[in-house]
């Protein structure tokens, strides 16, 4: 859960779980100077070194760089009726309903999911995803590749769904573990690698990394591959380091029809920044670039729109969750 107190013109959280008992500012002084957004060989390079050498620091120890292409906020919606919002995704037209996108919330929602109008953000549906009980509802990740939706908890255990109905899902693969990343329990919620966020490339690419599980505690991106049954297996050798640690809050792909860029998201301990990764298909050189435009709140979620457009969800720890959308630089070439 988290304590929502006020800052600014805005408001802001702070985590409370048993891993934190050490401050944003006591991590971000442990961070090594080098160890910046970059590729999984740790210190920054590429896009993300230079991101990282611009004038002045902004929070978390993201760069200020006026350099930086900027995602600028557009009009919407400033909440949904979803409590904890903790994994998106942007759906095209379906099911009856405009291009729209689907929020789940993380553990105590029991899989309570709400759809607004991608357009807009007014409110289209609501309804619960049909969890099993092999481990916790705490959902933190959400990606959809072809017609299958993915969901994964804090603790690395992985649920697939199919949509029958605008408000309707059929579970059609009971949880599962992501062999070697998980907790000691599949009931065990924000321990371990403790996962924030979920991409997956769509269509699924013929091998390799077919997205990235976004593991918060070492602010890494971890390859899953995609194994003859369509479930999915992590790669632990292959990450892309993103930020600083306990930063990394989600993670989404560009849809079909854009070239398949990955934006990597942070908490408020990362200054609620957000990411371009390019040439993630290749993890060990992958550059990692900084968008300049902060979001609100505690960013937990983000989904992406063909066009570089951007949503960002915020727990407020309500019954509601704060959300804005944000035009973005058009994603480049993979």
Sequence with gaps: ?????????????????????????????????????????????????????????????AA????????????????????EASGAVWVEASFGLPAHVLVVGDSGTHGAFAIIDADSGAGLAKGRLPLDGRSSDDIEGLSRSGDVYYALTSGGYMRHFKRTAAAKFEL???SYPL????????HKTNCGHD??????????????????????????????????????????SQVIHV??????????????????????????????????????RDPAHAQVEHLAGAGIGFIEAVAVAPGGIVYRFSDTATQTSGMGKYSCPPPGPE
Aim: overall charge negative; glycine content about 16%; hydrophobic content about 40%.
């Design 1 to 61: 859960m988290l304590l929502a107190v006020a800052w600014g013109m805005g408001w802001t959280a702070w985590g409370c779980d048993s891993r934190k008992a050490e401050g944003p500012e006591a991590r971000a002084r442990a961070t090594t100077p080098g160890a910046g957004p970059g590729s999984a060989s740790g210190p920054a390079s590429g896009a993300g070194a230079s991101a990282a050498s611009g004038a002045g620091a902004a929070p978390g120890g």
């Design 64 to 83: 200020a760089n006026p350099a930086m292409p900027e995602c600028r906020p557009v009009p919407f919606e400033k909440t949904i009726d979803v409590p």
């Design 179 to 186: 062999g070697g990343v998980t907790c000691s329990s599949p």
């Design 243 to 280: 930020a600083i640690p306990r930063a990394l809050s989600d993670c989404a792909m560009s849809p079909p029809g854009d070239e398949q860029t990955l934006y990597a998201a942070t908490n408020m301990f990362g200054g609620n920044a957000l990411y371009q990764v390019g040439g993630w």
């Design 195 to 236: 996962f924030e966020g979920l991409c997956l490339a769509d269509p699924a690419p013929p091998g390799g990394c077919a997205g990235f599980a976004a593991a918060k505690h070492d602010a890494e991106l971890i390859c899953l591959a995609r194994g003859d049954s369509g479930r999915l297996r992590p790669d632990a």
């Design 172 to 174: 059609t693969a009971p």
